[in-house]
Structures are given as structure tokens and as C-alpha cells.
Nanobody, 123 residues
Framework: QVQLVESGGGLVQAGGSLRLSCAASGRTFSRLDMGWFRQAPGKEREFVAGITWRSNTRYAPSLSGRFTISKDNTKTTVYLQMNSLKPEDTAVYYC?????????????????WGQGTQVTVSS
């Protein structure tokens, strides 16, 4: 099992930026696919961005290039840089890990989850 701890959420004005971090432990980080998801009140959890163990990245098309996922294997940490934030980006953001390396984007593809960090974007 992978333990994941997110940080970096908070309150930001529209147009601002935040960087989320997710520290992983418990498994060999370099052999994990990692993902960021978000869940707004009353909505389903949705895929935001993913990075495979080989550092291939993919993003939700709706983000229009505003977010960037990256990782540092030496720090066993994955990041989500969020720029040009909009009120509709307000949600709890979750980090997830897939040790089975399925390369998927569905929540069911990921077996380990962090506790989530709140991001609130004011207009």
C-alpha cells in the first residue's frame, strides 16, 4: 500500500496560481503511476492530470493547458502546478497512485489515495 499526503491547497483569487504537492511512501515511487483528481461539492470525482512511471503525462482536456503535473523521484513527490485559476477549479484535490501501472484515468484505476487538499478560487 502507498501512503500519500497532499499539501499546498488554499484560498486564491481568480487568475492566481497554486502548487500542490503529494508526498508518497510505502512503495518504490519510480514504479508508480500517479494522478491528480478533484471533486467539487455535489459532483463526481474527476481526473485532472496523470504522470506515468516513465514520466508520460496526460491532462483533462477541459484544463486548456493551465495545469502541469510533474514529479521528483528523489523526493518521492508529485506536483500539480495550477495557473490562471478559475472559480470553477474550486474543489478538493486528491493525489492517487497506481502500483499496477495501468496508465488509466479512472478513479477505479488507482488503488491508493491521499486525504485531499481544499482549493478555493474566489472571483
Amino acid at each position: 500500500q502507498v501512503q500519500l499526503v497532499e499539501s499546498g491547497g488554499g484560498l486564491v483569487q481568480a487568475g492566481g496560481s497554486l502548487r500542490l504537492s503529494c508526498a508518497a511512501s510505502g512503495r518504490t515511487f519510480s514504479r508508480l503511476d500517479m494522478g491528480w483528481f478533484r471533486q467539487a461539492p455535489g459532483k463526481e470525482r474527476e481526473f485532472v492530470a496523470g504522470i506515468t512511471w516513465r514520466s508520460n503525462t496526460r491532462y483533462a482536456p477541459s484544463l486548456s493547458g493551465r495545469f502541469t503535473i510533474s514529479k521528483d523521484n528523489t523526493k518521492t513527490t508529485v506536483y500539480l502546478q495550477m495557473n490562471s485559476l478559475k472559480p470553477e477549479d474550486t474543489a478538493v484535490y486528491y493525489c492517487a497512485a497506481d502500483a499496477a501501472l495501468r496508465g488509466g484515468i479512472l478513479p477505479s484505476n488507482f488503488g491508493s489515495w491521499g486525504q485531499g487538499t481544499q482549493v478555493t478560487v474566489s472571483s
